[in-house]
């Protein structure tokens, strides 16, 4: 998502650096366990009804509205 940020704001000077969970929790042995895998399911909320627009297109008009 932190690469799709960028290229939306048009910053290709800025670099993202891959990073597996547990590097990332090596050295925070306070924070809570996280699962490895925690895709968000929409079963339910798409079960009533209700379709969640794409984040994709969701972080394009958000970043639209803040300039």
Do not use: C
Request: charged residues 30%; neutral net charge.
């Amino acid at each position: 998502m932190t690469r799709a940020i960028f290229k939306e704001l048009g910053r290709d000077d800025l670099t993202v650096t891959d990073v597996t969970t547990a590097e990332y929790f090596r050295e925070k042995p306070e924070a809570a366990p996280r699962p490895l895998k925690s895709t968000l399911d929409l079963a339910k909320i798409e079960a009533v009804g209700v379709k969640p627009a794409d984040w994709r297109t969701a972080l394009h008009h958000y970043i639209a509205s803040q300039n």
